[in-house]
């Protein structure tokens, strides 16, 4: 499968990394890889995780309070959101309206 990321998703993403690395030297490439290995995820299974929406599912990280938000077309995963679980989720809701 390919995934293509929304540029606000990839923007999300690349905040995250800097305000990870802000806190802890480092900490921000920990979350990138911990990202990298829920994309994985996501692609040997892209069915398997929680439909959050008619078109929309979520697979949660494993050591960081984040979820990745994405849609299946036909042979490509697209990711919506790189979602803090703490937000507001009416926050990317308009993104799956779209």
Known sequence: MNVKFLSVAEQ?????????NDQCQGLGY??????????????R???????ISPRARR???NKFPFGVLYQ???DTILVV?????KRDPIHWQERLDQ
């Open 59 to 61: 697979c949660l990280t």
């Open 72 to 74: 299946i077309c036909d």
């Open 81 to 85: 959101a790189i979602m803090h679980m």
């Open 30 to 43: 920990e979350f990138a890889a911990e990202i990298s290995s829920t994309m994985e995820r996501i692609v």
């Open 12 to 20: 999300e993403f690349i905040e995250a990394v800097d305000y990870y």
């Open 45 to 51: 299974f892209p069915r398997a995780w929680i439909k």
